[in-house]
């Protein structure tokens, strides 16, 4: 029998990881009769003056945030890490590690109107986004290892809030998903003598099944070792090792895929479309340069797998063994594809 990727269970691996990941393509049509979840499509009003995002509205600091206009930062009232604490004491056993951390949380709201996201804000609105993004990696980059930008979207996620805004993580440390990509690109490159995702996306470029968006300066795919069924990478395709080092027309052009693959993103269950996504680039901290074995990109996780109320669970095998996913990259990639780049809301209002 010849093997045949889209029917016959296989495993690929993440080179950026030195994970394997299941490939069940056989499984997709097993029936589902397990949690659905209920989807509020209601993208609410403007302006709600409870939201503590909203322009002009007190947060629960006390603090009254400005009437912003485009984007707005502020010092996160709950944050998961703190510039000033005390250390732990120190210990040598193998068994009981703890280092001390150091860091500080902010939110930025991407824009003044609570019912919008980044698929109905124009390319301009996202541009702006793009350039409060390399700001904050350039002032938090100064003292901190580690600029972690992320947004959660939707309560599928955890967001909290329907605002539409980003979380910025600044720490001291490298975290592991970084720490591990660092390490696994620097063994490439000193193997190869190329960045691993420069070679990486030059071959996706070459064989395009796994492609879903692309123009001058980047491409958005489904990566050969995708996890989520429906997950995406933004890789630039040139050599670049962090968001500040982007041109103002690559800033254009990331702001235009950024807004076409979260537009095909809702248009495929016709929802808001949840997701966690973020970018990753060089560490920074005291020292910005050498990293040669880096190349930024950002990376979309969302949890729909069949429809706006299924989603996909880790669990099970996933969490005792390794992640496992029914849908071939080059599936997903294919449906992605086919989603028109004009936003359902946007096509339904003419
Ligand atoms: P999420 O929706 O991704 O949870 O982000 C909202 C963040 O906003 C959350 O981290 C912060 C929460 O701590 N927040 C404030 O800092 N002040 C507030 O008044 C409300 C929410």
Known sequence: MQFIASEHPHKRYNPLKGEWVLVSPHRMKRPWDGQTETVNNDMGPEFDPTNPLCPGVVRSSGEKNPFYTSTYVFKNDFPALLEDTPLPPTSDDPLFRIEGVQGTCRVMCFHPKSNITIALMSVD??????????????????????????ENKGTMMGCSNHHPHCQIWSCSFLPNEPRIKDINQRDYYNKYGRPMLLDYVERELKAKVRVVVENLSWVVLV????IWPYETMVLPKRWIKRMNDITEEEKTDLALVMKIITTKYDNMFKTSFPYSMGWHGAPTGSNWDGYDHWVFHGIYLPPLLRSATVKKFISGFELLAQCQRDLTPEQAAERLREQSEIHYLVSTKK
Do not use: D
Not at 223 to 226: E, K
């Open 223 to 226: 990566p050969f070792w995708a």
């Open 125 to 150: 609105e996202i541009k702006t986004v793009i350039k409060s993004w390399i700001e904050q990696l350039e002032e938090l980059g100064q003292k901190y290892t580690w600029v972690q930008i992320f």
